[in-house]
């Protein structure tokens, strides 16, 4: 007989959430000019803006903060850590930060070139923020599947094209070609992941013209877990015997440990260039602090060694993907459109679809997000025209992205799925009442497009 399994842990502590009136919220909103960056977290009933830092940890990570060392330099709290992430990385240099942004800017300084490009499949939006203010030229090469929300579920969306990439560095020439960075799994299309084809193959190409290339790890256990169900050959290798594969084929690895480091803080620059360390070490001394704790307090490496271990778990991570897909199978239940097949992290729904009689230039996915919130106090965020839309350097014209989505991001380990009941209901009621909605006007944008959506203001139309 087969047993359906419930989350691999048990719930010793919780948090009260505040329930607000529809009324209080439509006030939030108009304070904060219908931006839910703006909002008080402690005004939202379930927040899903993000999955980055909102981990639960363990009773293990917060037994393990009681050793932090708080030495400056040669904390034994570092060691930790670095033996750690070597463990999952398979990679020899390691040089902590204080968050992903921090390991961006760092990749950045070292590997953007003004002028050149910077092939990904898909970067987001603190790497393409980085890499635009020093002249460089990122460029979205993911494959045609994973830029068609309404396409028919393949199991790697977040696959890098390498006609693209090939046909780019033969108009350019390899030498107009900075770096490649594979974002593990693609958080711009709905957390879809990479193949371990596709990553062996990015390499080969990358090394044949001496490109190095670059892995964006925040969600690197996740990746490995679609790895491991859904890719030939790799049903019977363990988690981290893939995580360690995936970085053989890369120089350098950066990542967000806010993500599946399963911690409230830290980031990490991993490399196996030594040259390429010691200039890391450099930038982390100018902006992180020491580089045996590059702005983290001990006990945070002491949570970070152990959090990575537990994210290489393969039941926490069938827990974790199973979550996620129970709320996207919910959804599609009641008719939501919604970007398939489920990723890793978060369910993404299309705006388009959503809300088809809202033009692009009025925000489709922003009116939704904004209607979660006022209708069910739910916090998510918008990655469509606001995020991801730019404006042309030469004529000033608007550029609107191929993909128009809000993502319901899903703390680990903190919802039960019944607060993904709720996300259904609130989300199914908005659908049935669609064409009530009407969309928006952006008021506000700062200086930086590719960052413009945290600061954003907007007015309804």
């Known amino acids: 007989m087969r047993f359906q399994f419930a989350e691999p ?17 439509q006030v939030y909103l108009q304070e904060a000019q219908y931006n839910v960056f703006r909002v008080k977290a402690e005004n939202c009933y379930i927040d899903c803006i993000t999955d980055s830092g909102t981990s639960a940890m363990s009773s293990a990570q917060w037994s393990a903060l009681m050793l932090g060392d708080e030495s400056y330099a040669g904390a034994k709290s570092f060691y930790k850590m670095e033996a750690s992430v070597q463990d999952v990385f398979g990679m020899p240099y390691v040089q902590p930060v204080h968050q992903g942004r921090a390991a961006d800017n760092i990749m950045s300084k070292i590997y953007a070139k003004e002028g050149k490009y910077m092939i990904g499949n898909m970067h987001f939006d603190t790497i393409r923020g980085s890499a635009e203010v020093l002249g460089a030229l990122p460029l979205d090469y993911v494959i045609d599947e994973g830029m068609d929300a309404a396409s028919p579920a393949m199991p790697f969306k977040g696959n890098l094209d390498l006609n693209k990439m090939r046909k780019l560095i033969d108009e350019k020439g390899a030498e107009n070609i900075s770096c490649v960075v594979l974002t593990v799994t693609c958080n711009n299309n709905g957390g879809q992941p990479v193949s371990m084809k596709n990553i062996r193959e990015v390499s080969e190409l990358s090394k044949t013209y001496a490109i190095p290339l670059i892995i964006d790890a925040a969600r690197l256990a996740e990746n490995a877990y679609f790895i491991k169900t859904r890719e030939e050959g790799y049903a019977d290798v363990a988690i981290k015997d893939i995580t360690r594969e995936m970085f053989s084929y890369c120089e350098t690895a950066i990542m967000s440990a806010k993500k599946d480091g399963l911690v409230n803080i830290g980031g990490l620059f991993v490399t196996r260039n030594l040259d390429v360390f010691h200039k890391a070490n450099q930038l982390a001394i100018l902006n992180e602090g020491f580089i045996t704790y590059g702005g983290q307090a001990g006990r945070d490496l002491e949570a970070l060694a152990v959090g990575l271990q537990e994210a290489t778990e393969f039941d926490y991570l069938d827990y974790r993907i199973k979550q996620v897909q129970y709320l996207g199978d919910r959804l599609k239940e009641r008719g939501v459109p919604i970007i398939e097949p489920t990723g890793g992290h978060g369910v993404y729904v299309d705006g388009r679809r959503f809300f088809p009689h809202i033009p692009q230039h009025e925000f489709p996915s922003q009116r939704l997000v904004v209607a979660l919130y006022e209708e069910a106090g739910i916090r998510a965020v918008e990655l469509g025209a606001c995020a991801f839309g730019s404006k042309d ?21 903190v919802y039960t799925n019944r607060h993904l009941d709720c996300i259904v209901e609130a989300l199914a009621y908005i659908y049935d009442n669609r064409d009530s909605y009407k969309g928006m006007k952006l008021v506000f944008e700062g200086p930086i497009t590719s960052l413009r959506h945290f600061t954003a203001g907007f007015e309804l139309l």
Request: proline share 3%; aromatic share 6%; hydrophobic share 35%.
């Open 9 to 25: 842990f048990r719930i010793k502590m919780i948090e009260n959430v505040k329930h607000t009136t529809k009324e209080e919220r």
């Open 393 to 413: 350097k030469v004529t000033g014209e608007a550029t609107w992205p191929a993909l128009e989505t809000m993502r319901i991001a899903i703390s680990r380990r």
